[in-house]
């Protein structure tokens, strides 16, 4: 009966012993082991009047000591090539003496005492003339702090992949900003026409919809004030016929139609007014049986 009691003391024991490096175990395995490459493309790509982009990596010229970025599933300098690569373009003719160089400043994690992973890269876009000078330029720069839990791993791939996955995302909005900004001129639509003109053509033609009609010209206004009203060109005359009768000195102007003699009516209409009928001297025409004929004589013509 004594070995059963020894054999289940010596059981609870290694049970004991070996939990935590099982628990230890499954924490490290609970770590996601695959990551998302980090790409820009979907993206609006911006693109350049320029002949030619070239990608020039100053962090070798200029290390920063303590750079745990290249431990990164994908390092903060991977993930700054792969987002220049995915936004810009060079879309300007081929025979264009105009270049772009897109500079790597800085692409740095470091860790920094009290358990922060700190992020920090920076870049600028240069335009270069055909003798190299720089005409115009754009910059921008991002940083990421992040307070893992210090009884874990610090370092850990998971918290170096969402240093750089968050500080590429806040580069990326400012990268953009800054060349819109700086870089205007030099920003072209996919075939090549300087965004400037399409939107200076859109806006001719949107004019056609939204011009309000001029005002008549003043002189326009001037004629047609000055032109009497059209009742007081009807009533005057009417006025002047009701006090024509009470005044016969004065006497209407004749037309010229009265001026000239009616072959169907040589001295006037009946119905004309005699105040409107020129005076005219009438010829009587004999009465009848006064002319004879030769040969007879009046009484006979009677």
Known sequence: MMPFPHLFRSSMVATAVL???????????????????LRYDYLGQMNLNV????????????????????????????????MAQDRLSARGATDSTNTARFVIDRAS????????????????????????HRVA????????????????????RANLYAVTRDMMQTLNVEFEY???HSLSKWLVDAGGTPMG????????NGQDDTATPLPAPSATKTDTQALPAAPAQTSAPAAAAETLPTQPAATPATS?????????????????????KPAKTRVQSPKAGFLTLPGKSTQSSQ
């Open 178 to 180: 800054q060349v819109h």
């Open 109 to 132: 994690i470091l860790h920094l005492p009290g358990g922060t992973l700190k992020g920090n890269v920076g870049v600028h876009l240069d335009i270069l003339a055909a003798d190299g």
């Open 197 to 204: 003109s399409a939107i200076q053509t859109q806006s001719l």
């Open 256 to 276: 010229a139609q009265d001026a000239e003699p009616n072959p169907i009516f040589p001295t006037g209409d009946d119905t004309t007014p005699t105040a409107t």
């Open 19 to 37: 939990l935590p490096a099982l628990l230890a175990g499954c924490a490290q395995n609970s770590e996601p082991t695959q990551f998302a490459p």
């Open 51 to 82: 002949s030619s982009l070239a990608i020039v990596d100053r962090t070798a010229a200029h290390p920063v000591e303590g750079n745990i970025g290249p431990e990164s599933p994908t390092p903060p300098l991977q993930a700054i090539r792969q």
């Open 137 to 156: 330029s754009a910059s921008a720069q991002a940083s990421q702090s992040l307070h893992p839990d210090p009884s874990g791993n610090v370092e850990s």
